[in-house]
């Protein structure tokens, strides 16, 4: 897959639902919006905007969610944007659900903040880490900014909010790129 070819998945297959009162590509163009205004890097706001792009490389994310089957979602995508992207934007897509987990445990009240499908599919993913996993999670160098995506995660699910569009997010991802990747 090329950052063309990623891209793309969110014009073909965005407006698919993935549980979710918007959209995927809706949700993805409020992520980046959200990176955005928060003044983060280029790296950060390019993992916001493809964090969940594993919905759209799996085969059948409605089926995962009608099945209540987790994806795996953020190591689909992990293993996706390695090829072209460094550490810096693959860690925090590969993490983001490990955030979720760890703030479901290390903040009282961020839980039932979570939306219902959030909910449901924290459950599938494991639950809220427990005490242990939370202070390996901490020591993550990545730990910050997969905090961070995934903040900006259950932020970006408001109905019709305006975005910049996927050109917009395109190329802020083309200067990411690794050496060699396009």
């Not at 759209?56 to 995962?64: F, Y």
């Not at 459950?123 to 997969?146: C, I, K, W, Y």
Request: aromatic share 6%; proline share 4%.
């Amino acid at each position: 897959m090329n950052l063309d070819e990623a891209f793309d998945l969110f014009e073909a297959r965005g407006q698919e639902s993935y549980g979710e009162a918007i959209t995927q590509r809706a949700h993805a163009l409020q992520s980046g919006l959200q990176a955005e205004r928060a003044g983060a890097s280029a790296a950060l706001v390019t993992a916001a905007v493809l964090h969940d792009i594993g919905h759209l490389l799996h085969r059948d994310t409605q089926a995962a969610y009608d099945s209540a089957t987790d994806d795996r979602h953020e190591a689909i995508a992990a293993k996706a944007l390695a090829p072209l992207f460094g550490p810096e934007v693959v860690e925090p897509v590969r993490l983001h659900v490990h955030a979720k987990r760890y703030l479901c445990q290390a903040e009282p009240g961020y839980h039932d903040a979570l939306s219902e499908t959030s909910k449901m599919t924290l459950h599938l993913q494991g639950g809220p880490m427990t005490a242990e996993e939370a202070a390996v999670f901490r020591r993550s160098p990545h730990f910050d900014a997969a905090l961070q995506l995934r903040r900006w995660d259950e932020a970006a699910k408001v109905p019709d909010l305006a975005t910049p569009d996927l050109t917009h997010y395109r190329a802020i991802a083309r200067t990411c790129l690794s050496t060699g990747a396009a």
